[in-house]
Every structure is written in structure tokens, then in C-alpha cells.
């Protein structure tokens, strides 16, 4: 079986992006880690690359906060393209992607969520689930479309909130679940 392409992109430290290099090189997943990109120059998830030998790139995203310029989410494709990235893998991405890159990857763009969408949707999902005195929560991998965290859901993962949880070790509890759920997703799908 052909291994798929993967571009992994992230801003952040990069601990999914590890569990499913980690995953490639152990031989249980059927893909290949083409390239990783991330809109901060610093961040730990190049840092990971590097340690993997996985070509990496710094995508300057531009004048906007919340997401890339037009010129940069068109290079960001050129960048995928070249690469021959078949499954666009978001792994800590804080900025939506627009148009350019949805039609350039249709259905084929995954991101992980930690809550149990439809519930929580944006920013510091696991804060909010404990405010709202929820006694489980999770994570969710799903397909990116135009709405923010709103696109088909593929699996999800229950995590349990327990009484003594702050937001940092509840975090970390769904953070352990995301590392064992994102790779066996994108295994299913590689097959
Ligand atoms: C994950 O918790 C994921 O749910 C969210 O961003 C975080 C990325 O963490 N989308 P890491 O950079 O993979 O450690």
C-alpha cells in the first residue's frame, strides 16, 4: 500500500504532531510526513521536524490575528502542493483556514478539537467545559470546512472531568487522549 502524503500544520509545541511522527516511525501508520508548517517562527512543532527529518517551514500569515492573508494561505497551498501533501493534518493551528485552501483541499483537511463537539466549540475548550460543570468531556477529530469547528466529525474520545481538576490537568488529560485518538484516525483514513 502507498503511503499518504501528510502537512502537518501547527503554531504551537507540537505534541500531536510528535504522537503521529512517533506513530510513522514505528510502522503502524501507512503514511508519510511530507512537510510542517507553522505561522510562528519559534514554535516547538518545527523544533519536531527537525528532530524527525521532516522538511519544515515558517509560513509568514500576514496582517490578519485570526487567520492567513490571502497571500499567504495561497502560498501555504503552493507549499502543500509541492510538498505532495494528500491529508492536510491540523495539529494546534490557531488560525481558520479560508477558501484558498479549502478548495484547494476538499475533504481532506483534519483538525483535533478538544471537547466532544458539537459542545465547546472555540477557543479554551476544556476551560469551558468545566465552567459549565460537565462531568465528561473529550476530544473530537473532524473535517475543517468554512465554519469554525463545526465541520463532519470523524471519532471522538471521552475524557472524564473529576471533581479535584483545575483547567491545566484537565487539559493535559485530553491532551494524552488527543495523542492516542488523531494517529489511529488518520491511520483509518490512510487505509
Ligand atoms: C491540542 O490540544 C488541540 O486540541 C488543539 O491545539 C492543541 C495543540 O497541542 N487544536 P499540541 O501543539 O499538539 O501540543
Redesign the pocket.
Known sequence: MAAKGLGIL??????????ILERIRAGDLCAEARVVVSDVVD???LEIAREFGVSQVYLPPGNFRTRLSTESELALVRILRDSAVELVV?????RVLKRPALEAFPHRIL????SLLPRFPGLE??KQALVAGETVTG?TVHYVDAGVDRGEIIAQREVPILPQDTPESL?ER??IA??QLYPAVIAELCD
Do not use: D, K, T, V
Request: charged content about 15%; glycine content about 16%; hydrophobic content about 35%.
Open positions: 501547527g503554531s504551537g509545541r507540537g505534541s500531536n504532531c510528535r504522537a514554535a516547538g512543532i491540523l495539529a494546534g493551528f490557531m483538525n483535533i478539537h478538544p475548550a476544556w476530544c487539559h485530553i491532551q488527543e495523542r
